[in-house]
Nanobody, 123 residues
C-alpha cells in the first residue's frame, strides 16, 4: 500500500487545516493508521491514530481536543482535522499505516509511510 499525503500549507495561529492521505490498493480498510510530525530540529513524534474500522482513536496530549483524526475507507483516505492551530504545530506531517494493532503511539510499528506534507503556522 502506498500513501500520498497532501493538504499542507501556511495558516495563521488559531486557524484550521485539513490534511489528507490517500492510499493505493483496496486493502486500506484492514490497516490501522496514524499521523506523525517532525518539527524544526525535533524528532518525529506521534500526533494521532485510528484503528482500521474507525471505532477507536488515539491522540497526543499536545493535540487532544484540537485535532480530530478520521478515515473514509470507501475512499481509501485518512484525515486529520486540525483546529486552533499554534505555531508549535508547524512541522512536516506524515501518514503511516500498520496491520497489527499493538501500540499505536510507537513509530517503529508502522511499516508504510507517506512522503510528508509541510504545515506552517504563523503567529
Amino acid at each position: 500500500v502506498q500513501l500520498q499525503a497532501c493538504g499542507g500549507g501556511l495558516v495563521q495561529a488559531g486557524g484550521s487545516l485539513r490534511l489528507s492521505c490517500a492510499a493505493s490498493g483496496r486493502t486500506f480498510s484492514t490497516y490501522n493508521a496514524a499521523w506523525f510530525r517532525r518539527g524544526p530540529g525535533k524528532e518525529r513524534e506521534f500526533v494521532a491514530a485510528i484503528n482500521y474500522s474507525g471505532s477507536n482513536t488515539y491522540y497526543a496530549n499536545s493535540v487532544k481536543s484540537r485535532f480530530t483524526i478520521s478515515r473514509d475507507n470507501a475512499k481509501n483516505t485518512l484525515y486529520p482535522q486540525m483546529n486552533s492551530l499554534k505555531p508549535e504545530d508547524s512541522a512536516v506531517y506524515y501518514c503511516a499505516i500498520k496491520y497489527y494493532s499493538g501500540n499505536y503511539y510507537v513509530e517503529s510499528e508502522y511499516r508504510n509511510w507517506g512522503q510528508g506534507t509541510q504545515v506552517t503556522v504563523s503567529s
